[in-house]
């Protein structure tokens, strides 16, 4: 159900299915494809202790946060998802600061909770028409040196209906 509820959200809001490609001056232009193949993560956790776990999730975000993008191929994120026992998991989304600002954030996630409560119930998702999801348009020329951005990691329980989400050190 997570699965298909990141798809429906990610068909929604162009900005998830945004690219970035230079011309010949430099300058960054935001592409947007149709269809983009979402880069899901699958790991079983479910053979090690907790604490193993807290250190295995950590080094993962560390990994997370040092594992460029490549800006000319979305989608600009990446999906997580560690089964840690029977009934329950860890997601991390790894995304890409020029993706998505704040008050995209969470529109993003107020949907995703919504059409993961609905595809479990057995429905379709209605979301009402597409929001205008708002990515930053415009690019710094300076780039860091270690070609290194900025990203967001957010933690939420399984049932997805009381996001929550802190950053993970």
Not at 21 to 33: P, R, S
Not at 101 to 126: F, M, T
Not at 133 to 152: N, V
């Amino acid at each position: 159900a997570l699965m298909e509820a990141w798809a429906s959200v990610t068909a929604r809001h162009s900005a998830l299915r945004a690219g970035f490609v230079e011309d010949d001056q430099l300058h960054l232009h935001q592409v947007i494809v149709d269809a983009v193949s979402l880069p899901w993560n699958r790991q079983d956790w479910r053979g090690v202790t907790a604490a193993e776990q807290v250190e295995k999730l950590e080094q993962l975000c560390r990994e997370e946060r040092r594992a460029p993008f490549d800006l000319a191929f979305p989608p600009l994120f990446r999906l997580s998802l560690i089964q840690t026992t029977q009934q329950a998991y860890e997601f991390v989304w790894t995304c890409h600061h020029a993706l998505i600002d704040g008050w995209s954030l969470a529109n993003v996630l107020d949907e995703l909770a919504r059409s993961y409560a609905a595809i479990k119930a057995g429905r379709v998702p209605e979301l009402g028409p597409g929001h205008r999801t708002g990515s930053r348009m415009t690019w710094p020329q300076e780039k860091r040196a270690d070609g290194a951005g900025s990203y967001k990691h957010l933690r939420a329980p399984q049932n997805l209906l009381e996001i929550v989400c802190r950053p993970l050190l």
